[in-house]
C-alpha cells in the first residue's frame, strides 16, 4: 500500500507540473529572460570561508565570458584590517577557488543552458519532487551533448534556484551549490548565500559565501589595490 502510494504521488506530480512550465516560472521570478544578459559587470563583496580559513572577498566579475573555465575576472582576499592576503586575477591557478568562483559565476547564468536546451541539443526531464534545506523543490536534469549533466533544484514556492549539481565529465569535476538568501538587485534576484562542495580528481574542498554587498554596473572599473 505504502508503495502504491508513493508511485500515485509521483504520477500526480507529473501530470501537475512540466520541465517547461518550471522554466518559465523560474525565469518570471528571477526577472525576466532578458534581464541577466543585460548585466556587464557585477561587483560583491563579502566573508569566504576556505579551507579553514575565513577571509573578506571583494570579486569583480565581468558577464562578457560566461565559460566556467575561463572568465574575466579578479577577486581580492584581505582580513579584518583590510590587509591584503591574496590578489589574482581570472587567470590565476588557484583551482578550488576558481572553482568557486565559475560557480557564482554562473549564477543566475548557471541555468542558462536550460532555457533554450532543445535548440542546444540537450535533453532535460522532469525527476520527483525533493526536499531541499527544508523547502519542497522540483528537480530536473539537464544532459548536454558534449555528456555532461546538471541538476537542478527550483524552489516550489519561489521557483528560484535554490540548489544545483555539475557533473563535468570533460574536466572530470562535480561542483555542488547551495543557493540561499535571494535578494532584489536592480530587478535581478541573486543569492547572497552560497556554500559549495568541489570535487575532481586532483582535490575536494568547500567553500561557504556570505554577500553582504552586491552591485550590478554598466562598466567595469578595476579598483584594487595592488
Given at each position: 500500500?505504502?508503495?502504491?502510494?508513493l508511485?500515485?504521488?509521483a504520477?500526480?506530480f507529473?501530470?501537475?507540473?512540466?520541465?517547461?512550465?518550471?522554466?518559465?516560472?523560474?525565469?518570471?521570478?528571477?526577472?525576466?529572460?532578458?534581464?541577466?544578459?543585460?548585466?556587464?559587470a557585477?561587483?560583491?563583496?563579502?566573508?569566504i570561508?576556505?579551507m579553514?580559513?575565513?577571509?573578506?572577498?571583494?570579486?569583480?566579475?565581468?558577464?562578457?565570458?560566461?565559460?566556467?573555465?575561463?572568465?574575466?575576472?579578479?577577486?581580492q582576499?584581505?582580513?579584518?584590517?583590510?590587509t591584503l592576503?591574496?590578489?589574482?586575477?581570472?587567470?590565476?591557478?588557484?583551482e578550488?577557488?576558481?572553482?568557486?568562483?565559475?560557480?557564482?559565476?554562473?549564477e543566475?547564468?548557471?541555468?542558462?543552458?536550460?532555457?533554450?536546451?532543445?535548440?542546444?541539443?540537450?535533453?532535460?526531464?522532469?525527476a520527483?519532487?525533493?526536499?531541499v534545506?527544508?523547502?519542497?523543490?522540483?528537480?530536473?536534469?539537464?544532459?548536454?551533448?558534449?555528456?555532461?549533466?546538471?541538476?537542478?533544484?527550483f524552489?516550489a514556492s519561489?521557483?528560484?534556484?535554490?540548489?544545483?549539481?555539475?557533473?563535468?565529465?570533460?574536466?572530470?569535476?562535480?561542483?555542488?551549490?547551495?543557493?540561499?538568501?535571494?535578494?532584489?538587485?536592480?530587478?535581478?534576484?541573486?543569492?547572497?548565500?552560497?556554500?559549495m562542495e568541489?570535487?575532481?580528481?586532483?582535490?575536494?574542498?568547500?567553500?561557504?559565501?556570505f554577500?553582504?554587498k552586491?552591485?550590478?554596473?554598466?562598466?567595469f572599473?578595476?579598483?584594487f589595490?595592488?
Amino acid at each position: 500500500m505504502g508503495l502504491f502510494v508513493l508511485l500515485l504521488v509521483a504520477v500526480q506530480f507529473a501530470r501537475g507540473k512540466t520541465v517547461d512550465e518550471i522554466i518559465e516560472k523560474h525565469i518570471q521570478a528571477r526577472g525576466g529572460f532578458d534581464k541577466p544578459d543585460e548585466i556587464k559587470a557585477i561587483y560583491m563583496e563579502g566573508i569566504i570561508t576556505m579551507m579553514g580559513n575565513t577571509n573578506f572577498v571583494k570579486i569583480y566579475q565581468v558577464q562578457n565570458d560566461l565559460s566556467p573555465v575561463g572568465f574575466n575576472m579578479q577577486w581580492q582576499l584581505t582580513d579584518e584590517k583590510n590587509t591584503l592576503i591574496e590578489l589574482a586575477p581570472s587567470t590565476s591557478n588557484v583551482e578550488l577557488f576558481n572553482a568557486a568562483v565559475a560557480g557564482i559565476q554562473t549564477e543566475p547564468f548557471i541555468t542558462k543552458p536550460l532555457l533554450n536546451y532543445v535548440g542546444n541539443g540537450s535533453q532535460a526531464v522532469l525527476a520527483l519532487k525533493e526536499v531541499v534545506n527544508g523547502n519542497d523543490c522540483y528537480r530536473i536534469k539537464l544532459s548536454t551533448k558534449t555528456g555532461s549533466e546538471i541538476n537542478y533544484w527550483f524552489n516550489a514556492s519561489s521557483s528560484l534556484l535554490s540548489q544545483s549539481l555539475v557533473n563535468d565529465v570533460q574536466q572530470n569535476k562535480t561542483i555542488r551549490s547551495l543557493y540561499s538568501n535571494h535578494k532584489s538587485i536592480d530587478g535581478l534576484f541573486l543569492a547572497h548565500s552560497i556554500e559549495m562542495e568541489i570535487n575532481n580528481a586532483n582535490e575536494n574542498g568547500s567553500i561557504k559565501i556570505f554577500f553582504n554587498k552586491i552591485e550590478i554596473t554598466k562598466s567595469f572599473e578595476l579598483k584594487f589595490s595592488t
